[in-house]
């Protein structure tokens, strides 16, 4: 894929209105995420054209690194960030299940659109894309032009909580780490009503240990970074259960994305919050899920 930056980041569109209501918390999230342009997600997005807001899994590849005084060694640690992020997306997918070209999938909280893309690029299906930033959706849009498909992917300014999709329609849907900016009673209850019988739900998320007794001073550190509300993993598995949502897979792939973090700490493109990720998913106070779920 051909990364075309001089494009992809100039957004001069004003902010839109987001359908329906709107409480003021979700103003304030469309005007953050609309004002966000941080290195760490436009550089590691400028490796190949496919632009996350997301973490990554996997073990990092040293060879691929290659030595720390070579002067590209900075370039070649952000092309492994961005391996890894893009890892992260694919398993995801993986777990969505039997996807054909007809099928219709929503990504909820798509940012920039990068998993969009890779949706289409893996199924061939017609791919769906909701988030409260216009900033966002006009950046995902601009790209799937500029990529030739822009019949099949597409993101709008939605609040994921209340989607203009057919009850019924979507062959799948998830969430990636965007559950912690909305009430999961209300979210699953959208997820199962555009959902078809039989149709997949999947999220990766980042949830506090029940185990641990309450949130943790890094996880409070992590909810005051991104403004938003990080919930249990009990709350997860009650909330899908009460909304037909029946896990098929819980997977902790905390371990799986340590490596990612400690990488990341080490780069030109810390925000510093990379401490309480690392502190938390070692204390066992956080933790980072799959749960793919079947709507029933």
């Given at each position: 894929m051909t990364s075309t930056t001089s494009t992809a980041r100039t957004a001069t569109d004003a902010p839109l209105p987001i359908p329906g209501p709107a409480t003021p918390y979700q103003r304030d999230i469309a005007r953050y995420w609309d004002g966000e342009a941080r290195p760490v997600n436009l550089r590691l997005g400028d490796v190949d054209?496919?632009?996350?807001?997301?973490?990554?899994?996997?073990?990092?590849?040293?060879?691929?690194?290659?030595d720390p005084e070579d002067s590209e060694s900075e370039k070649k640690l952000i092309a492994e960030l961005h391996r890894l992020e893009s890892a992260q997306a694919e398993y995801l997918l993986g777990h969505l299940g039997d996807i054909g070209r007809e099928d219709?999938?929503?990504?909820a909280g798509c940012g920039r659109g990068g998993s969009m893309v890779m949706a289409h690029q893996r199924f061939g299906c017609h791919v769906e894309g909701v988030t409260l930033s216009a900033r966002q959706a006009e950046f995902a849009n601009r790209r799937a032009r500029e990529l030739g498909i822009q019949d099949h992917v597409r993101a709008r300014v939605c609040n994921m909580l209340s989607t203009p999709f057919e009850t019924g329609r979507a062959a799948a849907s998830w969430n990636n780490e965007s559950t912690m900016y909305v009430d999961l009673q209300d979210l699953f209850a959208e997820h199962s009503r555009i959902l078809r019988v039989g149709g997949r739900y999947v999220t990766i998320t980042g949830c506090w240990n029940p185990r641990y007794g309450q949130p943790s001073k890094w996880v409070s550190q992590i909810n005051a970074h991104f403004?938003?509300?990080?919930?249990?993993?009990?709350?997860y598995l009650r909330a899908m259960a009460d909304n037909r949502l029946v896990p098929q897979a819980v997977v902790d792939v905390t371990p799986a994305t340590l490596p990612y973090w400690e990488l990341r700490a080490t780069s030109s493109l810390v925000t510093g919050i990379e401490d309480a990720f690392i502190n938390s998913y070692k204390d066992g106070s956080f933790q980072y899920l799959l749960i793919a779920a079947d709507r029933v």
């Open positions: 054209g496919l632009y996350h807001h997301h973490y990554g899994i996997g073990e990092v590849d040293h060879a691929a690194l290659g219709m999938v929503v990504d403004e938003c509300n990080i919930h249990s993993r009990r709350e």
